[in-house]
């Protein structure tokens, strides 16, 4: 039987991968996705669960969704990218590495890749990865369907925005279980 691996907010980090205005005409479920991302960084503020953010070429892509945003520490400054994969940043690898991050909660877009790429490298370096499926979302859905099977295959654990904060969370006893509770409703 395969280990069973159970997220902590201690060892956590949520990695918002790209998620930047100039996708939204074109992604069909964009509003959709940009809200519970924001619903995410919420629930990783309360759970005092550090989040990094990403944005590829923000030049020619904007930047990240205003509804991210508005929920975002003020101090806290995206890292631009121009390689697909997060990881090909020596600051995003540095935050991880200095908070000493042992599992990466991803989200964001394009499923099929930067969220793989980073994903994938973030497993070969032996961080364990949880894919937020109700927090990605690409341009065409088969793209999505595939890229979730190929992260399930090298090693990826699913999981939903509720199921890994009330995971993080583990006890209605928690002093977040009430705010937490209101943000997902």
Known sequence: MDKIIKLSHESAALAV??????????????????????????????????VIVTEQYPKGLKHTAEEIVARLPAELKAIEKSCFSSCGSEDFLSQLISRNIKQVLVCGIEAHICVLQTSLDLLERGFEVFILVDCITSRKPENKQVALARLLQAGAIYSTLEMSLFEMMESADSPQFKAIQNLIR
Not at 38 to 44: D, L, P, S
Request: net charge negative; proline share 6%; glycine share 6%.
């Open 17 to 50: 991968i790209d998620m930047q205005e100039a996708f939204r005409p074109v992604i069909s479920d964009f509003g959709e996705v940009a809200s519970r991302i924001a619903m995410a960084v919420e629930g990783a503020r309360l759970l005092e669960v550090p």
